[in-house]
């Protein structure tokens, strides 16, 4: 089991920046998929980034691609998404999961999620 902890949300301008980390613990993440997701008021959830713990391997939904950048500290077991020129878009609740480590990361299935962390850009 991997339990999943995020942190970094909060209210930004547009154009600004956040810094998401999502802190893992229970077992080796060495085997594993971890990813960020995003669900805004009234729509469905949806794929943000992920990266191949073992390999570094990075993936990003269109949406963000240029903008995001998600990275791991194998040290600290946390995986961080650096968001850059956000714009009122990317206000959602942005949640971390983990999957096993061949996952296709935009369909799933994940395994575990945290709780989520909130992201408001203003205009």
């Known amino acids: 089991q991997v339990q999943l902890v995020e942190s970094g949300g909060g209210l930004v301008q547009a154009g600004g920046s956040l810094r998401l980390s999502c802190a893992a613990s229970?077992?080796?993440?060495?085997?594993?998929?971890m990813g960020w997701f995003r669900q805004a008021p009234g729509k469905e959830r949806e794929f943000v980034a992920a990266?191949?713990?073992?390999?570094?391997?990075?993936y990003y939904a269109d949406s963000v691609l240029g903008r995001f950048t998600i990275s791991r500290d194998i040290a600290k077991n946390t995986v961080d998404l650096q968001m850059n020129n956000l714009n009122l878009e990317d206000t959602a609740v942005y949640y971390c999961?983990?999957?096993?480590?061949?996952?296709?990361?935009?369909?799933?299935?994940?395994?575990?999620w945290g709780q989520g962390t909130q992201v408001t850009v203003s205009s």
């Open positions: 229970g077992r080796s993440l060495s085997r594993l998929t």
């Open positions: 999961a983990s999957g096993p480590y061949a996952i296709r990361v935009g369909t799933g299935p994940w395994d575990y």
């Open positions: 990266i191949r713990w073992g390999t570094g391997t990075t």
